[in-house]
Nanobody, 128 residues
Framework: QVQLVESGGGSVQAGGSLRLSCAASSGYNVRSDCMAWFRQAPGKEREGVAGIYNGGGTTYYLDSVEGRFTISQDNNKNTVYLQMNNLRPEDAAMYYC????????????????????WGQGTQVTVSS
């Protein structure tokens, strides 16, 4: 049973930056899995923000974060990151790390049900 632990959330002003981290428990190799960041704002559905798969060689981004967010992974640390720049008030949400130990494609990140493992979430607040 893999455990995912997120960190790095916080409060920033619009235009600011944050870097989220997701550490997977030992025994799991993020390089061989499909990793993603989802977010959920109050009253809204959880949505896939970014994903990384194919050994880290392929990434996916939600249109609204393309060019501002960057997902990456450090295989030595078994950790996935989400660098968020130029944050907007609409980016405010609880951010969750998720893992799928099966094949991924761009459509995978639109379906929360395809991810079997989730972290506890980290809150991101953006003030205007």
């Amino acid at each position: 049973q893999v455990q995912l632990v997120e960190s790095g959330g916080g409060s920033v002003q619009a235009g600011g930056s944050l870097r989220l981290s997701c550490a997977a428990s030992s025994g799991y190799n993020v390089r061989s899995d499909c990793m993603a960041w989802f977010r959920q704002a109050p009253g809204k559905e959880r949505e896939g923000v970014a994903g990384i798969y194919n050994g880290g060689g392929t990434t996916y981004y939600l249109d609204s974060v393309e060019g501002r967010f960057t997902i990456s992974q450090d295989n030595n640390k078994n950790t996935v990151y989400l660098q968020m720049n130029n944050l907007r008030p609409e980016d405010a949400a609880m951010y969750y790390c998720a893992l799928r130990n099966l094949r991924c494609g761009p459509a995978t990140f639109k379906m929360t049900s395809l991810f079997g493992y989730w972290g506890q979430g980290t809150q991101v607040t953006v003030s205007s």
